[in-house]
């Protein structure tokens, strides 16, 4: 074969490899593998539940007054200021009095008046009654004197009553506290005209104080009075005994929950109107056997929650739906669709699909321990074995 027929031959059989070259350069790669992820499991087992619901409150004074003029004005003057602490008879506001005053006046006038025809009709009856002893009168003349006597002590009775409910209306110009307390709302203000009976300010009255919060329909029922109530402060400190005193009847009529009222000790109650937290005894739940999980084990699958298991055979994990009943601070508690023992991964739950292969995860400090105690377990092999033979050279010297 001549030189030009080799090459001849090497050049086509190049340019029949060529396509092959390119369908394999085109071909797909082969998928990655999906990596083995190190996550931390818990072992599911049981604990105690110390199940008892605390609701946030209040604290009211046990009764609380609307405080208003008993007669319709302009205010001229407010002294009572919000959270001022007043006394019996101190003085709250008061309304231009110049009316009342007018309208006592004239009925002092009409008294006058009044009694100056009762005098008259006084002094012509006595002037009557000696003519009649004298038989200068007849007896009907007298009657008829003695009716107009009578009729103008009447009138004077009248007036000297106008007089009084006039100048009761002047006196109830000025609003003064009937009781000891806390303004706790100001509900009018200087130049305004109110009505009679008007809220102008609400008052606290000191003396017994009331823890009041609300509770679910459900639950009203299991709350009778007399049962004992656990109050704290929302900032700590410490915790109160009080005994509901009242459960409402009816349901609110927006929220549809029952207000309860707690009556405590007003000597170590927290200040009026203080956030606190009450847990009723009557709600209580102990020593119940409950599966419990961190929250960060539980991940959203379409309506309901789910975790992932290990399956310990492959080493992959799967998805379980759970029920998940209520929450006990940092951990929820399980209702159904898990047992004890399983093995369930604690974080990193979004970043994990089904069937895929996972490593436990060991800290730092964990795998440290764990190559000590291995070093140390080859190192006593080695003195043992050390051990072993120096004895059998031994024995094999006696021999």
């Known amino acids: 074969m001549t030189a030009s027929a080799a090459s ?5 059989a190049a340019w029949l490899l060529l396509p092959a070259i390119f369908l ?14 190190a996550v931390k499991f818990v072992t599911v087992g049981t604990s105690d539940y110390d199940a008892q ?20 004005g302009k205010i001229t003057r407010r002294q009572a200021e919000l959270g001022q602490h007043v006394q019996a008879g101190q003085v709250l506001a008061q309304l231009d009095p110049q009316d009342y005053r007018l309208a006592a006046e ?4 009409q008294q006058a008046a009044a009694q100056t025809n009762r005098d008259l009709a006084a002094a012509d009856l006595k002037r009557y009654t000696e003519l009649r002893s004298q038989n200068f009168i007849s007896g009907a003349e007298l009657e008829r004197r003695e009716t107009t006597w009578k009729a103008a002590q009447a009138q004077l009775e009248q007036a000297q009553a106008q007089l009084a409910s006039q100048g009761n209306q002047a006196s109830y110009t000025t609003l003064v506290a009937d009781v000891a307390g806390v303004i706790t709302a100001i509900e009018a203000e200087p130049g305004q005209v109110v009505q009679a009976g008007t809220p102008v300010v609400r008052i606290a009255q000191d003396g ?11 639950r009203a029922a299991l709350i009778k009075p007399g049962s004992p109530v656990a109050v704290r402060g929302w900032s700590g400190g410490e915790v109160l005994q009080g005994k509901v005193r009242e459960v409402a009847a009816s349901a609110d009529a927006v929220t549809r929950t029952y207000s ?20 009723p005894q009557a709600l209580a739940r102990t020593d119940v056997a409950v599966i419990k999980l961190p929250t960060s084990a539980l991940r959203q699958e379409g309506k309901g ?50 069937g895929q292969k996972v490593t436990i995860y060991q ?24 051990a072993a033979t120096k004895k059998e050279i031994a024995t094999g010297a006696a021999k």
């Open 8 to 12: 001849l031959r090497a050049r086509s």
């Open 24 to 37: 394999a350069g085109c071909s797909p790669k082969p998928p990655a593998q999906e990596p083995v992820r």
């Open 53 to 72: 619901p605390e609701f946030s409150a209040e604290v009211r004074a046990r009764v609380e007054s609307r405080l208003g003029f008993r007669v319709g």
């Open 106 to 109: 004239a009925a002092r006038a």
């Open 208 to 218: 017994a104080r009331d823890v009041v919060f609300a509770v679910p329909e459900d």
């Open 260 to 279: 309860v009222k707690v009556s405590i000790d007003a000597a170590t109650s927290p200040a009026l109107g203080a956030t606190v937290y009450a847990r």
């Open 305 to 354: 929650s789910a975790v992932w298991v290990l399956d310990k055979d492959t080493m992959t994990v799967r998805s379980q739906p759970v029920q998940v009943v209520t929450a006990d601070g940092n951990e929820a508690v399980i209702g159904s669709g898990l047992a004890p023992g399983v093995m369930v991964v604690a974080a990193g739950v979004h970043v994990l699909s089904p």
């Open 363 to 386: 800290s730092k400090e964990a795998m440290a321990a764990a190559a000590n105690d291995r070093q140390q377990a080859q190192s006593q092999q080695a003195v043992e074995a050390v």
